[in-house]
């Protein structure tokens, strides 16, 4: 099956049905009109996979694919025009330009959390660069994969696009596959994978990652816009959204009225009980419900009822251990994760940088809001932490859920530091009015993109490229840097046969002209 789509795919490509403009721009069209005449249906498979709420799914989704097809359909003209180039004297008379050509047959990989988006934005641009191309939507949102699945068989053409539905098996076959680019989304684990298969095949690769994302506030901003901003931030889709502020870094004047102020926002967005809100998400499935669940501070979810009295001695045996354990953990590295943690130097830097909160016993910090849980439902209430310390659970990997750790750290200095002797994340946000501690997050961080005063907003624009650096990954996406990742920047140079100027590199060569 996977063999089959990748030959007719190459079959498709080898035609030459996907290069002209008209194919390209029907292709688009197509989409677009896909999008629109399915709303109801995609809203519909984004709840039943991920409980996402309808005006997420559309504005963070839907709306977003259509502007990123219409953008790229409207701006193809310039973009495979000749580029010219000025070319040296030593080469005159010629010419040379540059010339955008599809790289043939390409593989989308993406991941559940924004499951629309990040399967068909990706899709527009290669469309766009005109290739075939093949999309893997991810198998943890079926509901969402098998409907892509049946659209684009129905609205594009069949013949060069086409979707394989399945997870690691599938996706391992696909990997086989001698494609001319794979673009992949989601976690760094199987981004190396992604990257070690393509080696193979000496396929580029752009990896679109995640990390954790830092936002430092200092006490020149307005606290209340500040805070509703970070709120919305990170409880969009209950946390899950690979540009969505991990952690905070604010100074010890504000650190404390913060916390309260992003607990206030998240009431105003979501009432007293955000499991009623219809604004407010689900975790995707158990397996991350119960790595949350050990983020959080001991004791903040109650165990699961044990069934009998051997049992529940041994849970509370446990969860004691547990608290004891997280106690005199401090010195000791977070849990298993991507991001290498600071060096010893560091370590004892930090020590002095990070402010400890008197009262706060829980390396996790203190609940400020939320903490409330259901298995059931896989409910986890937006969650504010105050106090946290570098060495809990919490700082270690990618949150990925709808916990806000809050770390006070002295100065932004402090957390410059803090933020270096971390993996460079995928999102850095800066509230500070101060230009020289702007400028300095700017020329001292490195993160995929940086934002002043705003979070997850800075991917909204098809002017700008979005992709990561480091361990946040490599390469980038939106409008015309997606057009390029999808493209070969072709040289062509063309010089007359007359009068024949190169003749002066001809051998046999004299001193005159190698200067030798
Ligand atoms: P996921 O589990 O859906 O996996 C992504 C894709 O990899 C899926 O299509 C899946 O089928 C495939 N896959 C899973 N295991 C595989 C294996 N062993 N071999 C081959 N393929 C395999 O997504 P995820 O990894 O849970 O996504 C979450 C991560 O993605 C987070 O780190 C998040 O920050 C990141 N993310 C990044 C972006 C971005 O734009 N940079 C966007 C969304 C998510």
Same mark, same amino acid.
């Given at each position: 099956m996977v063999s089959e789509s990748f030959t007719q795919l190459k079959r498709a490509y080898a035609s030459g049905r996907t290069r002209p403009l008209a194919w390209r721009r029907a292709q688009l069209d197509a989409l677009r009109r896909m999008i629109a005449d399915h709303r109801q249906d995609f809203i519909e498979a984004e709840t039943a996979d991920l409980g996402k709420p309808a005006a997420e799914t559309v504005l963070m989704e839907l709306n977003l694919i259509a502007a990123e097809a219409r953008f790229v359909r409207n701006r193809l003209g310039l973009w495979t025009r000749r580029q010219y180039k000025p070319m040296p004297w030593s080469l005159q008379p010629a010419q040379g330009w540059t010339i955008a050509e599809p790289k043939g047959v390409v593989l989308v990989i993406a991941p559940w959390n924004y499951p629309v988006l990040l399967a068909l934005e990706p899709l527009a641009d290669a469309i766009a660069a005109g290739n075939a191309v093949c999309v893997k939507p991810s198998e943890l949102s079926p509901h969402t994969s098998t409907l892509i699945a049946e659209l684009i068989a129905q609205y594009l053409d069949q013949e060069a696009i086409a979707v394989v539905e399945g997870g690691p098996k599938e996706t391992g076959e696909l990997l086989d596959c001698d494609f001319d680019h794979i673009f992949y989304t989601g976690g760094e684990r199987v981004g190396k994978i992604v990257m070690a298969a393509a080696a193979r095949h000496l396929t580029p690769v752009t990896l679109e990652l995640g990390g954790k994302s830092p936002c430092f506030v200092d006490s020149t901003v307005n606290l209340h816009t500040a805070a509703r901003r970070i709120a919305w931030g990170k409880f969009s889709n209950a946390g899950q959204t690979?540009?969505?502020? $991990? !952690?905070v870094l604010a100074t010890p004047d504000i650190a404390e009225a913060l916390a309260k102020r992003i607990a206030v926002a998240v009431t105003e967005f !979501?009432? +007293?009980?955000? +499991?009623?809100?219809?604004d407010y998400g689900r975790i995707i499935n158990d397996r991350h419900f119960e790595r949350l669940l050990k983020l959080l501070p001991a004791g903040t979810v109650p165990p699961q009822e044990p069934s009998s009295p051997l049992i529940k001695a041994a849970s509370a045996v446990g969860a004691a251990a547990e608290m004891v354990g997280r106690r005199i953990n401090a010195g000791i590295d977070a849990i298993g994760s991507h991001n290498a943690q600071p060096s010893v130097a560091e370590k004892q830097q930090q020590q002095t940088e990070i402010m400890p909160i008197p009262g706060v016993i829980d390396s996790a910090g203190r609940v400020v809001c939320g903490g409330k849980v259901d298995r059931e439902t896989r409910y986890i209430a937006p969650t504010v932490l105050f106090g946290t310390q570098p060495d809990a659970p919490v700082m270690g990997e990618e949150i990925f859920g709808p916990i806000l750790p809050i770390v006070v750290v002295k100065d932004a200095d402090a957390a410059i530091r803090f933020i270096n002797s971390r993996p460079r994340p995928l999102a850095a946000y800066v509230f500070s009015n101060r230009r020289a501690v702007r400028l300095a997050f700017e020329r001292r961080t490195s993160s995929g993109s940086l934002g002043y005063s705003l979070t997850l907003a800075q991917l909204l624009s098809s002017r700008l490229p979005f992709g990561g650096v480091g361990a946040s990954g490599m390469g980038a996406y939106h409008g015309k840097a997606g057009f390029e990742t999808f493209s070969h920047i072709k040289t062509v140079v063309s010089k007359p046969q007359?009068? $024949?100027?190169?003749q002066l590199v001809y051998?046999?060569?004299d001193e005159l002209r190698t200067g030798l």
């Open positions: 690979c540009v969505a502020p $991990d !952690y !979501y009432g +007293e009980n955000p +499991e009623a809100s219809k007359f009068p $024949d100027t190169l051998p046999p060569l």
